[in-house]
């Protein structure tokens, strides 16, 4: 989805949050459910890094599409933590059982180390802000969540 839209803007960038964790070559500590520690540093760390790499880009004149999961808390943190405005914010919330039937389709597994579609969406709707523009994409394929979001981007999205 974010490889889509960071596709329509005409100078972009499509930062993946996974990608700074993946640089940890020695130490990685995997994300898991109810063991706080090295484990929520590193995801803190992460989102840090993120939010700094999208201001140099941003500040570079570039459309910054940052695509990760971001629950609880930790999202009104990223946003503060982002300088550069304007800035929109996206949450795609689509309903567990698209979520178990789409993960069931892709050859890379997100739903490891503990994590169950199930619990990761009760964080989302009951622990994470309600910033910016929520969509379910339920019912949506790829393009047409990319053409709300545009549609909807400027007017629903801001911060």
Do not use: C
Request: proline share 4%.
């Amino acid at each position: 989805m974010a490889e889509l839209l960071v596709q329509q803007f005409p100078k972009s960038v499509h930062l993946r949050g996974d990608l700074f964790r993946r640089m940890i070559v020695n130490g990685r500590a995997e994300i898991r459910p109810g063991f706080p520690g090295d484990d929520e540093a590193q995801l803190a760390l992460r989102y840090r890094l993120a939010a700094e790499v999208a201001d140099v880009y941003a500040g570079a004149g570039f459309s910054v599409v940052v695509q990760d999961v971001i629950l609880g808390q930790a999202l009104a943190d990223l946003v503060t933590m982002v300088r550069h405005r304007p800035l929109a914010l996206v949450v795609l919330a689509p309903s567990p059982k698209v979520v178990e039937q789409r993960e069931a389709q892709r050859s890379k597994k997100g739903y490891v180390s503990g994590w169950t579609v199930g619990t990761l969406d009760h964080m989302l709707r009951t622990e994470t802000p309600r910033l910016g523009l929520w969509l379910d994409t339920s019912a949506q394929s790829a393009e047409e969540t990319v053409d709300e979001i545009l549609r909807r981007l400027w007017d629903e999205a801001l911060i």
